[in-house]
């Protein structure tokens, strides 16, 4: 904790440090965002708890369900009030899930801290009074700051265009507070965004223009620049656009955005998912900043799909918190991936496995290789039990030991690629991770099937545990 930041010694949420936090406890519960929206069942969407203590009797059971007020908000990404970027403020309390629905524009702010096995709702966040105090419309991540906001990316106005997106502010007591970035200085498209606050810096990603991404996937629409391939560097706190880096065609629809846990460090990664690429981001001797391709996913040539070459779809990544590992998904291909990143420009693919995917055996897809033969991946069923769509969110234990793994990505993309979970629902696997030669294997004894849901078959998506992870906690 760097001095000077209005935060004292005593210590507030989260850990000091992000190699401190991998001795923190093991999981016990996870919470995961549930989705009816688009499945054609008049329901609302909720908040699922998950037992994942192995000696628990409701192991990998749902065990709670927190249903929202309203139908038709799709839930999607989740954050918190308070992270270990607050670890230094003893006032700070890590206590409320803060849940942003896409669609319908709303906020939910969660009480998990009064029953961690049972949350409830304690607050909403209307989107008639975003769009009023800010002119923001849907709403995706959310970040805790130091200060006591929190932030959250919206991805565009409310007719879906996405040169009205921005970065929203809610204050400690959850009230629509303002913008963040200075005004004429919001991006032309919006997603994902990390801060690094020792450089001064914030990088925001860029998916697409909500109008065309609610419809569906069209790929005229990429050349009709409805979409995204640009990251946008920040000065943080203030707000201010100081630099704009175009991918080009090796970072199509840039999503997930990570830098380094280690605060001191000056590089991350974005996933670009239709380039399938991950793009490393780092700071150059002149203060600005470059990129350059990492890891580069080649697509499939394939038969009897809509085009003739698929590309892996990189939806997902998170990088453990001793900075020694990354992990991403294929959405489409069906494959989840471990790299090691000590040499962060040369990552070494460490573990591979296959949890789902349109090339799987059984599928009418079948991928062809350069001498013409064809093959289909080896998707083991567990707990007899098929596994359906493709791996698409993940969340990793704090010791990097257990990766969870869900298969919704965006209920009308999900009804357009896999029809199938439409039908029968998302399902929740933890694999098995190898931290010392690398590798990774499905735990066949955790299966979480959201298909069984008493109100219908549900997509389940964003996971959180109530003590924090790697996707959420930043430390400054």
């Known amino acids: 904790m760097v001095e000077g930041n209005g935060c004292c010694k005593l210590a507030g949420p989260g850990y000091g440090t992000p190699l401190e936090a991998m001795s923190g406890p093991r999981e016990a519960l996870i919470y995961v965002t549930c989705v009816y929206t688009g499945t054609g069942r008049e329901k609302p969407d909720f908040l699922a708890t998950v037992d994942v203590d192995p000696n628990s009797p409701t192991y990998s059971k749902v065990i709670h369900r927190l249903p929202v007020p309203y139908i038709g908000d799709e839930l999607h990404h989740s954050g918190w009030n308070a992270c270990s970027s607050c670890h230094g403020d003893p006032l700070a309390d890590r206590r409320f899930l803060i849940l942003p629905s896409l669609v319908s524009g709303r906020i939910y702010v969660v009480d998990t801290k009064t029953n961690p096995k049972a949350p409830s709702l304690h607050k909403v966040v209307q989107p ?15 970040h805790c700051l130091a200060s006591g906001d929190v932030m959250v990316s919206c991805l565009g106005d409310k007719d879906g265009n996405a040169k009205g997106n921005g970065f929203l502010l809610l204050d400690s007591q959850f009230n629509v507070k303002g913008r963040w970035e200075k005004p004429g200085y919001s991006p032309s498209f919006g997603y994902d965004f990390w801060y690094q606050p ?42 201010e656009l100081k630099q704009t880096m175009d991918l080009g065609n090796t970072g199509l629809i840039p999503l997930e955005i990570r830098f380094l846990h280690d605060p001191s460090k ?23 900043w470059n990129h350059e391709v990492a890891i580069s996913v080649q697509p499939l040539k394939v038969q009897n799909w809509i085009l003739p070459e698929m590309p892996g779809l990189i939806t997902d ?33 460490a573990g591979q496995v296959w949890v789902g995917g349109l090339v799987q055996k059984g599928s009418p897809i079948v991928a062809v290789t350069e001498d013409g033969q064809t ?3 080896i998707v083991p069923e567990i707990q007899g039990c098929s596994l359906r769509g493709g791996p698409q ?48 294997k499905i735990n066949p004894n955790f299966f979480v099937d959201f298909g069984a849901e008493p109100d219908g078959p549900s997509l389940a998506h964003e996971m959180r545990y109530p003590g924090g992870d790697c996707t959420s906690d930043i430390w400054i």
């Open 317 to 349: 990544f998170l990088i453990s918190l001793d900075d020694r590992f990354l992990y991403f998904v294929n959405w489409l291909h069906g494959d989840v991936r471990q790299y090691n990143i000590e040499d962060t420009k040369n990552p070494v693919l």
């Open 128 to 142: 008639d009074d975003i769009v009023k105090k800010t002119g923001l419309a849907y709403p995706h991540t959310s």
């Open 266 to 288: 000056d590089t991350g990664y974005v996933g670009c998912a239709l380039s399938s690429n991950m793009v490393r981001f780092f700071k150059t001797q002149d203060g600005s």
């Open 393 to 440: 969110m993940i969340q990793l234990s704090l010791d990097g030991k257990r990766l969870y793994v869900t298969n919704s990505l965006f209920s009308t993309w999900d009804r357009q690629f896999y029809p199938e979970l439409m039908e029968k629902g998302s399902h929740m696997l933890q694999i098995d991770v190898d931290t010392e030669k690398g590798g990774l």
């Open 198 to 239: 020792r450089h001064k810096t914030m990088i925001s990603s860029s998916w697409g223009a909500p109008a065309a991404f609610t419809k569906g996937f069209n790929l005229q629409h990429v050349a009709d620049g409805l979409y995204g391939r640009h990251l946008f560097v920040y000065s943080w706190p203030d707000g």
């Open 375 to 377: 093959w289909q991946s």
